[in-house]
């Protein structure tokens, strides 16, 4: 059974900082591309980067320059640095991998910035 456990949300003032975890487990986690979605209330599910089996990453426009995804496949862990965060960056944030043709999410975890 794949499993995706998040942590590390929490309340953060304007321009602070913050960093997500999501450890998985019941997969070949090198073998996995890892992607991050976020989604405020009232809002759909939006995409906010991603990275590949290879350290590849991707990020959404509004984004770029202030989030960094990272990955660590000894500890099958990934990581989202948020730096310079804004109200608007408040949301649900979840992880998400796809294995064996089936996608799996994170419980996520809130990331609320106040301003």
């Known amino acids: 059974q794949v499993r995706l456990v998040q942590s590390g949300g929490d309340l953060v003032q304007a321009g602070g900082s913050l960093t997500l975890s999501c450890v998985a487990s019941?997969?070949?986690?090198?073998?996995?591309?890892v992607d991050w979605y976020r989604q405020a209330p009232g809002k759909q599910r939006d995409w906010v980067g991603r990275?590949?089996?290879?350290?590849?990453?991707n990020y959404t426009d509004s984004v770029k320059g202030r989030f960094t995804i990272s990955r660590n496949n000894a500890y099958t862990t990934a990581r989202l640095q948020m730096n310079s965060l804004k109200p608007e960056d408040t949301a649900v944030y979840y992880c998400?991998?796809?294995?064996?043709?089936?996608?799996?999410w994170g419980q996520g975890t809130q990331v609320t910035v106040s301003s």
């Open positions: 019941g997969t070949n986690f090198k073998l996995v591309t």
């Open positions: 990275i590949t089996t290879s350290g590849s990453t």
């Open positions: 998400k991998i796809r294995w064996r043709s089936t996608d799996w």
